[in-house]
């Protein structure tokens, strides 16, 4: 499970033949209600036994409060709506549940990590899940956990 910058590739998990890998997207990387669906298609389905929770540098997803108000500003500026009718039509009450924003990866990964690992449809199949952080410039990985 990454995020949905296009630099991750399954190549840079060392995986040449894309058949081989299922990635799932979702900006930051984050365990949201249509991951979660995916993930347990992923499990039950697909017989995935290995989750790899992979955040990168340089990510959109790292969104201070201060940003993440201006973002909701521009999509209402840009779609004629105000902010209150933007937060609507996402169905949230505030714009940090619109875009549950972060300011350091490493610790957001291990927060998907641990609720990938201990969410109760996820950890009685015996899934492995492993965090790691893809730092775009220099292609390599630190793992996390």
Not at 21 to 38: E, H, K, Q, Y
Not at 68 to 89: G, R, Y
């Amino acid at each position: 499970m990454t995020c949905i910058d296009c630099r991750i590739t399954s190549n840079v998990f060392g995986v040449e033949d894309p058949g081989e890998m299922t990635i799932l997207r979702n900006a930051g990387a984050l365990l949201t209600p249509d991951s979660l669906r995916s993930l347990l298609i992923a499990i039950y389905e697909l017989h995935v036994r290995n989750i790899f929770v992979c955040g990168h540098t340089q990510c959109g997803g790292q969104m201070s409060q201060r940003r993440m108000d201006k973002t909701i500003n521009k999509i209402s500026k840009q779609a004629h709506s105000p902010p209150e009718t933007v937060l609507k039509i996402l169905g949230v009450k505030n714009v940090s549940q619109a875009f549950l924003g972060f300011e350091d990866v490493s610790q957001q990964v291990m927060k998907t990590v641990s609720l990938v690992k201990n969410h109760p449809l996820i950890s009685p199949m015996g899934v492995h899940v492993s965090g790691f952080v893809y730092d775009t410039q220099s292609g390599e990985f630190v793992k996390i956990l």
